[in-house]
């Protein structure tokens, strides 16, 4: 059975820093990594990484945000700096298998960027 389990969410001021970690177990995976939802708003990549390293972003969080995996321990990180308040939103680690096939989803973790 798949799993994916993310930690790290929470309150932060304006200007903080976050980071949030998912593990993952059960298969093999190729690319990982993290979107968003906010409230009202439609779902979004924040930010992906595939086996060999190599990194994709939103334009929103570039500069801000860096995404790393750990491939022997099947983990995805999310290095969120200098938070604003339209980071806000419910954050979900994404997996997908390593023969492309499946597509698996993490239950969220909530962040939440105010003074």
């Known amino acids: 059975q798949v799993r994916l389990v993310e930690s790290g969410g929470g309150l932060v001021q304006p200007g903080g820093s976050l980071r949030l970690s998912c593990a993952a177990s059960?298969?093999?995976?190729?690319?990982m990594g993290w979107h968003r939802q906010a409230q009202g708003e439609q779902h979004e990549l924040v930010a992906s990484i595939n086996t060999g390293g190599n990194t994709n972003y939103a334009d929103s969080v570039k500069g801000r945000f860096t995404v790393s995996r750990d491939n022997a321990k099947n983990t995805v990180d999310l290095q969120m700096n200098n938070l604003k308040p339209e980071d806000t939103a419910v954050y979900y680690c994404n997996a997908r298998s390593l023969d492309g096939v499946g597509d698996y989803w993490g239950l969220g973790t909530h962040v939440t960027v105010s003074s």
């Open positions: 059960g298969t093999q995976f190729g690319a």
